[in-house]
């Protein structure tokens, strides 16, 4: 069997900014909606299965400014978020459902909109470590 180098994650100021903000998105998440799986009845997530999933749409496809925004992210479980691709219809259907319209639209609008990533993730910080 042939030994692969394990992967080393990256120290760039970028990085270390965005791994800050990811620690504050699951802090304010935790608060705002609870520890359940949003797109399935899994209750009370804890360790490596609570996930914070990008849940109506993936992360790969969102811009700068919805990639830490908090209006898109959601705790799911390990099996909703990695197996199942984030379940985005469902996770979808239920954001209209509870949020409407309106909210979606205007969501669908900023996914398309373009940020300078560095300066926004450093405002985005200081605003959710005020918080």
Known sequence: MKKTRLRRKSKSPQR??????????????????????????????????????????????????????????????????????????EAYKRMLREEGKAYMDKLEKERHETVKASEHYSQLLEYYQSL
């Open 16 to 89: 270390k900014l965005e791994d800050l903000l990811w620690v504050e998105c699951k802090r304010i998440v935790d608060k705002m909606y609870g520890t359940n799986c949003y797109t399935c009845p899994a209750k009370n997530l804890i360790g490596a299965n609570k996930q914070l999933g990008h849940v109506p749409w993936a992360k790969a496809t969102l811009g700068a400014n919805l990639k830490y925004d908090i209006r898109v992210l959601r705790n799911q479980c390990f099996r909703c978020n990695i197996h199942l691709g984030g379940q985005g219809a």
